[in-house]
């Protein structure tokens, strides 16, 4: 069930960076909605525009970025506001968890300090109640004898152990929203499913939502209640993760899905690469933009971009020539990742 009202809807989103007389179209009309308590998975290889779409909701692209559209948050418009008053929803409405902890966490400051500091940002507390809060945060993300990891420093935790004390502080002043950017890539495939379970018991206990940002498809279609694929700056299917990895329309979704390691597959055999290289942001091609890699390919596809519509009951996609039948089952081609969790 969707709610009449979205916590976040997001409308003809695009960012543009104009660099050296270059112009990159980073997102190119990115459009969604999501729900409280519910997770929305981006997925797409690197450069697709995922996390250039999230910063901007947050307010932290360069002063270069030039970005319209829409993003309304619980009915505020995020997009145009000021640095201070970003400042008022920024950690304390919508929160964001990078890639590599090691790089967002300050190695000269104990942890603990940096926990206080988010909580007190956001809080009017005496310091020994952010010092409790802290406390709390850490006890909230199962991070072992939390007491004692409160006066460490980052170098002294593992990458799973400073992962969650990046969690921590996101959820300092319980964000309505929460965003996972790549947060378990740098990770074991043990450690990742471990943080992820923590993601989604901290949802189902404080009613989070969450965008789920990754190229990584079995987590999507684990974790995620919907799913959009990004490729070249532009959204190429949205549907729901139980809907889509069942009937993958777009073929670049299907050759993702393709890509993944399957158990049922005869040993020492190469797996299936998609040919070529993704497009060049600062000269896109002026038809499908998948088009030079797709086998499925026409004159059409080549000279005109497909519009991005709903054809089928919550299942929108961008492809003159779909994909009909079934897709590769995810539950099959994440077998591998699966018995590693």
């Known amino acids: 069930m969707t709610s009449l009202v979205p916590l976040l809807e997001v409308t003809e989103l695009r960012v543009r960076f104009d660099t050296r007389g270059r112009r990159v179209q980073a997102v190119n009309g990115l459009s969604y909605r999501l729900d409280a308590g519910r997770t929305l998975a981006i997925i797409g290889e690197s450069g697709s525009g995922k996390s250039v779409s999230s910063r901007a909701l947050m307010g932290l692209l360069p002063p270069a970025a030039q970005v319209s559209g829409s993003a309304r948050f619980s009915g505020v418009e995020?997009?145009?506001?000021?640095?201070?008053q970003m400042r008022r929803h920024r950690g304390a409405d919508i929160a964001m968890?990078?890639?590599?902890?090691?790089?967002?966490?300050?190695?000269t400051m104990r942890i603990g300090t940096q926990i206080t500091e988010a909580v007190r940002a956001h809080t009017e507390?005496?310091?020994?109640?952010?010092?409790?809060?802290?406390?709390?945060?850490?006890?909230?993300v199962r991070l072992p004898a939390a007491e004692a990891r409160f006066h460490e420093y980052p170098h002294q935790l593992s990458g799973g152990m400073r992962q969650r004390v990046m969690i921590a502080i996101a959820l300092a002043a319980n964000p309505k929203l929460l965003i996972a950017d790549e947060a378990t890539?740098?990770?074991d495939v043990t450690t990742q499913a471990q943080i992820m379970e923590l993601l989604a018991e901290l949802q189902q206990r404080l009613g989070t939502a969450i965008i789920l940002i990754?190229?990584?498809?079995?987590?999507?279609?684990?974790?995620?209640?919907d799913v959009?694929?990004?490729?070249?700056?532009?959204?190429?299917?949205y549907a729901p993760a139980s809907r889509l990895f069942k009937q993958v329309r777009m073929p670049y979704t299907r050759a993702l899905l393709g890509a993944i390691p399957r158990l049922d597959r005869p040993s020492h055999v190469e797996l299936p690469v998609t040919p070529g290289q993704p497009p060049d942001l600062t000269r896109l091609p002026p038809g499908c933009p998948f088009a030079p890699r797709c086998a499925h390919a026409t004159d059409t596809c080549r000279e005109q971009a497909p519009p991005f519509d709903e054809h089928e009951a919550g299942h929108w996609w961008a492809c003159w020539h779909p994909c009909a039948g079934e897709a590769p089952s995810i539950e099959t081609a994440g077998a591998v990742l699966a018995e590693d969790q």
């Open 125 to 140: 507390v005496t310091r020994q109640e952010a010092h409790n809060r802290a406390v709390e945060l850490l006890q909230l």
């Open 214 to 225: 990754s190229h990584d498809l079995g987590l999507a279609a684990t974790y995620a209640h």
């Open 228 to 237: 959009i694929v990004m490729y070249a700056g532009r959204a190429v299917e």
């Open 185 to 187: 890539t740098a990770l």
């Open 97 to 107: 968890v990078f890639q590599d902890p090691a790089r967002s966490l300050n190695p």
């Open 78 to 84: 995020l997009l145009g506001l000021s640095e201070r």
